[in-house]
Structures are given as structure tokens and as C-alpha cells.
């Protein structure tokens, strides 16, 4: 039984939230070699924890770093007209939140997060949408 698979189709509340953290947080480095991505919808394409975007594309995809910046990169796929949100979550506190509008079928957006040492360890990024649905959930650690 997958430690993800309690995320399936959840509405994000406060207990959907908790059970999130704590199927993620235990972080490890051979979980940096591995896909640390949960999508839940079919509308997530692709995500990425960068340190740049270049012509609406991430230049890497990071699960550990010590860069005083970071992007969340998300494709989204057929939410044309609809408003999605990302949440950057650290220690159980939704530290930042980007609200975007769906303009196309195809739709590339991103939010940028500052960090530094009062930050460190592992952060939570959750995809949601504007009923409050789970979409996907990534996660990164930051070690300055």
C-alpha cells in the first residue's frame, strides 16, 4: 500500500491537509532520486520545483536545495476558465499562496517563493482548485 495513496480524490479541509503532510513528511535522500509527486487529477501535466523559468519552462527540477529562491512550475491541462492555486506549505502553515486564472487548455504557470535559514527542511506544495479539490501535491527540501 503506497504511503500516497490516502491522498486519492480528497477535498483539501484541514484533516485532508494533515493526512497530505503526514503521508510527506518523512523525506529522505533516495527520495530525491525518486519521483516525490503525487497528481491526483488528470488536469496536472506536469510540475517541477525550479530554480528558473526560462520561456515559460522550469530549467531543472529540484527535490532538495539551498537557493534562496525557488519556482513551482505547473502544466495544466483542459481547466480553461477556472481558478487554481498554489500553496507552498512549511512546518503545517500555508506560508504563501499564488491564485491564478486559467486563460487556455494548455496553461503554464508558476509562483516563486523567497527562503532562507529560518525555512529549512522540508516544504509542501499543494495544486488546488477553486472548489478547494486537491489536485496534486509535491514536495522539496530546503537546506540553505
Request: glycine share 2%; charged share 25%.
Amino acid at each position: 500500500m503506497s504511503r500516497y495513496c490516502l491522498l486519492n480524490r480528497l477535498t483539501l479541509s484541514n484533516i485532508s491537509i494533515s493526512i497530505a503532510l503526514l503521508t510527506l513528511s518523512t523525506f529522505s535522500q533516495a527520495d530525491c532520486h525518486q519521483d516525490n509527486t503525487q497528481v491526483i487529477t488528470e488536469y496536472i501535466d506536469r510540475m517541477a520545483v525550479t530554480s528558473d523559468i526560462q520561456n515559460r519552462e522550469p530549467v531543472d527540477a529540484l527535490c532538495e536545495s539551498n537557493n534562496s529562491a525557488l519556482y513551482f512550475f505547473t502544466d495544466l491541462r483542459q481547466l480553461k476558465g477556472k481558478t487554481i492555486r498554489h500553496q507552498w506549505i512549511h512546518e503545517d502553515l500555508v506560508e504563501s499562496e499564488k491564485v491564478f486564472e486559467v486563460g487556455g487548455d494548455r496553461w503554464r504557470v508558476w509562483s516563486k517563493k523567497a527562503l532562507d535559514e529560518s525555512v529549512e527542511g522540508l516544504w509542501i506544495l499543494a495544486v488546488l482548485d477553486e472548489d478547494n479539490n486537491l489536485l496534486a501535491v509535491k514536495r522539496f527540501k530546503y537546506s540553505p
